[in-house]
T-cell receptor, first 114, second 114 residues
Framework: KAGVTQTPRYLIKTRGQQVTLSCSPI?????VSWYQQTPGQGLQFLFE???????NKGNFPGRFSGRQFSNSRSEMNVSTLELGDSALYLC?????????????FGNGTRLTVT | AQSVAQPEDQVNVAEGNPLTVKCTYS??????LFWYVQYPNRGLQFLLK??????LVKGSYGFEAEFNKSQTSFHLKKPSALVSDSALYFC????????????FGQGTELSVKP
């Protein structure tokens, strides 16, 4: 099976712009989660989608949003970008998101905000 | 709330020697614990998990982890380190029955020297 695919790998944006990141989960996986990784804050949970519904949400401002499509592919959007949004954004999928199923991560999208 | 702590930012080991990467946890119910590894410019790769059962869990690439309920620890171990094991290691706990939401430790940089 192909792994989790994230596009694009790298993005450079300017403050105030918005950005959309894409994630294709492993075939058959219905849960998609998003994480932000920064040197200072480490790995922080953004949100999780399951069957097109947001199931869990982390402590991020409303500028961060996401959605999931019927084929389980997911996108996250960040509006009005700030310098502090520069980070590696990781997407992860699992079969059900249940307690026993590990997350499988993509290689991430490196976002740089200037 | 669930949490994990990795007390060492960096661990240095000589090739061929045993390695231990430490993790302690705090949970309100049954612990669902995971170890992930991250290589430069890549996403996280799943190594192993503890859900229930044997306290010694075996995982990928020769790694194993020992669950100790009395010490609330879940240390990652390998009998003989390889230079290629050099990477960033994360311990994580599933958050309060919230599916795809993992709480990560801050990470431990493992360096294995020839």
């Amino acid at each position: 099976k192909a792994g989790v695919t994230q596009t694009p790998r790298y993005l450079i944006k300017t403050r105030g712009q918005q950005v959309t990141l894409s994630c294709s989960p492993i075939s058959g996986h219905r849960s998609v989660s998003w994480y932000q990784q920064t040197p200072g804050q480490g790995l922080q949970f953004l949100f999780e989608y399951f069957s097109e519904t947001q199931r869990n949400k982390g402590n991020f401002p409303g500028r961060f949003s996401g959605r999931q499509f019927s084929n389980s592919r997911s996108e996250m959007n960040v509006s009005t970008l700030e310098l502090g949004d520069s980070a590696l954004y990781l997407c992860a999928s699992s079969s059900t998101g249940g307690d026993n199923s590990p997350l499988h991560f993509g290689n991430g999208t490196r976002l740089t905000v200037t | 709330a669930q949490s994990v702590a990795q007390p060492e930012d960096q661990v240095n080991v000589a090739e061929g020697n045993p390695l231990t990467v430490k993790c302690t946890y705090s949970v309100s119910g049954n612990p669902y614990l995971f170890w992930y590894v991250q290589y430069p410019n890549r996403g996280l790769q799943f190594l192993l998990k503890y859900i229930t059962g044997d306290n010694l869990v075996k995982g990928s690439y020769g790694f194993e982890a020992e669950f100790n309920k009395s010490q609330t620890s879940f240390h990652l171990k390998k009998p003989s380190a390889l230079v290629s094991d050099s990477a960033l290691y994360f311990c994580a706990v599933r958050d309060d029955n919230q599916g795809g939401k993992l709480i990560f430790g801050q990470g431990t940089e493992l360096s294995v020297k020839p």
